[in-house]
């Protein structure tokens, strides 16, 4: 350890936290662990074949995407998300509006550097995805936190709350959403939350950031619009990404917003990154064009929808009755549980022993919380390993109890 | 232009400067512009079929390579980095010392990050490469100037300006340097000064950036060894970078530091964007494992050296004599021209209007300067262009004079 470094690091450096579900990555790889920690997709459903055939571009276009690239992204990835977001957001995004970002959590880190000063708010669910809000509390970021039910965040909390902050000098500066298959919760925001969120908005002067990698992800119910495409003062900032439809290696993700917005993240990230890898864009974009993407996606629908089957009987057959608590999601990655009496500090100790990992609670609540609920992922693990997972699950409840 | 941005941004993105390299992009690609400006590698030079075959490994390792990685990078990349790198580092570099990164540029982002608190001070070589400096100066730092000769940063000169910035309780945290084939000026660091700067930055309590894109491509002369392999007290961090001797658009770079450096930096990735693009770095490990690195390395070295050769030659040929002072480079892209008399925003007017472009040499200065200095890069335009464009810019200084 040299001493030098911990007289130069920064407040920032200082005060940083780690996110837990990269740390237990060395843990989720132990030989024999079964894993519903990583928000990670099934490697079997992966399109290698398509993915490589689209490497075809690069004999195609090499001299082009070997080069540097826009900051703001592969024009023809560009080109292709406003034709393919058309439906959905109700008319074609100008290039202006948009910026492909390495993977959607930099879409978090921009928006974060662009719009907030050390000390700053954001108002943000509670639980919500701690990767996200890691990031902004290390750009210097504070939370106001709003519990979440089965329609989402209860958005009429929100004004008292941040009413609150401004009366002691605070600056609160945009509102931080999952709205589809909220992650960690699962829950979507619903229709009439989504008008009475943006209206708040508006009447506060905030600005709303709209994760959505889950977006596409739907297993039953109806598709709700983007708050995006509801807005018609330039306030919400969309991110999407390709992680969790195509493939998170790719780390291509992209952002929609006002033009004036979305110019001061392109150049933060001029410096950050100069842009997205040329090469993984341009798979993307190949991979897209050649309609491989439209035909993933019900696979992955069905195949995800099965999982979470899997893993409910499998909760009804191993778990013990009356001691968990948890709803089916409509889509997306996960299962929240809620343990009626075992803290999830020991569950997760003694799940370890058993060799099947989930991710604490704990972190994803910004201002403390969850110590009787964890996340569980359905997508990674097998089927046989789903049943078999939740099976030591159980045991090791019943050892708690 | 939404009014409620305004008022949302951070402090950093009022303040925040946009690098006019990445933004003369649109003038460049006029139609029968040279260009002379951006440091890009010449296309004609991208190992393309080379490329594309090492794509197999998406069919090999799809699986894995599609999928999330570790933030830290791709373990067989890192260790060929660290086989490749051995001869050069005197030593092989471990795992815990190094750190994959979008583009060596995130390098310079995160250190700063990790070590940079609003106001503090960086030491850099002025003029020096603006891209690095602007994402520095986003993050909150302030530059204290070190001029250069022809053997490097004038490092005697570093010890009176941090003491003096002390006086002021300023907080100065590294030396910022590019010691081979300097970017903009095309200087080398003497084996002497590099002796000297490991002395003043530990005596000063400094770390130290080496930031070395350039070091593979040295046409003349005898390698110099890179500050890291000289340091054994842990204040070196090496920045390297596939952009100039495979290809920018794979946006892989890397990092050499201690392990307590690498580590914050690696936790602040996390935040930023999860890892860098899994695609990218592993089609770069498989160009590398299968020697086409190795292979191509002399041709690019043989090809830019005949380009800077090239480029002198037309410098004789067309520049009014007396009028324009340059040094030729031992390698890396660059020439760093000084004019007698005519103002750099003039000349480039002039020259856009004759289709031929270059970077002015005032944003290369953080602290202002070089209205009579510009920078011409050689490697980008094919040897016909770089002979027709030079012959522009001399008829574009003759009508100045």
Redesign the interface.
């Known amino acids: ?2 001493e ?10 200082v005060k ?4 837990p579900i ?1 740390e237990i ?1 060395s843990v989720i790889r132990q030989p024999g662990m079964i894993s519903f920690a ?1 928000g ?2 099934d ?2 459903i ?1 399109p ?2 398509e ?2 055939d689209s ?2 571009i ?2 195609r276009e ?10 703001d992204g592969y024009a023809p990835l560009k080109e292709f998300l406003s034709e393919w977001t058309q439906e959905r957001m109700g008319r074609k995004v100008s290039s202006r509006e948009m910026l492909i970002t ?2 959607s ?2 879409v978090a ?1 921009l928006l974060t ?6 000390g ?1 708010y954001i108002v943000t669910e509670s639980p919500t995805f701690l ?2 809000t ?3 509390y ?1 750009h210097g970021a504070r939370f106001i936190c709003i519990p979440c039910d089965h329609q989402g965040m209860l958005v009429d909390l929100i004004p008292e709350k941040v009413e609150k902050a401004r009366a002691k000098g605070k600056k609160v ?2 509102i931080y959403t999952i709205p589809n298959f909220q992650n960690p919760v699962g829950c979507t925001l619903s229709m009439e939350r989504r008008k009475k969120l943006l209206q708040v908005a508006e009447e506060l ?3 709303i950031l709209e994760d959505d990698p889950y977006g596409y992800i739907r297993f039953d119910g109806e598709d709700l619009p983007p708050l995006f495409s509801m807005d018609n ?3 919400v900032v969309f991110g999407g990404s390709f ?1 969790k439809i195509l ?6 993700g992209w952002c929609f917003g ?1 033009p ?2 979305i110019r ?1 993240m392109t ?2 990230k ?11 864009q ?2 993307v974009y190949e991979y897209c064009r050649k309609g491989y993407l439209d035909a993933l996606l019900p696979k992955i629908i069905d195949h995800y929808r099965k999982k979470r089957d899997v893993m409910e009987t499998a909760f009804r057959k191993y778990l013990p009755q009356g001691e968990v608590e948890y709803n089916a999601p409509e889509g997306g990655f996960f299962y929240w549980m809620k343990t009626a009496g075992i803290p999830t500090d020991e569950l997760f100790n003694k799940s370890i022993e058993k060799k099947v990992a989930f991710v604490k609670g704990e972190p994803f609540f910004p201002e403390g919380g969850g110590d009787h609920e964890f996340r569980m992922c359905y997508t990674f693990a097998s089927f046989e390993m789903i049943d078999e997972g939740v099976k030591r699950l159980g045991e090791a409840m019943r050892e708690l109890l």
Request: hydrophobic letters at 35%; proline letters at 3%.
């Open positions: 350890m040299s030098l470094w911990n007289k130069l690091f920064s407040d920032a450096a940083q936290k780690a996110s990269r990555m990583g990670m997709p490697p079997e992966f290698v074949k993915f490589y490497a075809e690069i004999k090499g001299k082009d995407i070997l080069q540097y690239g826009n900051t390495s993977g959590i930099q880190d550097f662009s719009t907030i000063d050390k700053d990767g996200t890691l990031d902004m290390n500066k945009y002067e905030l600005a003062k330039g306030i992680s493939a998170p290696g790719t780390r291509v006002d004036d917005i001061k150049v933060f001029q410096g950050v990154d100069t842009s997205t890898s040329v090469i993984s341009a798979l």
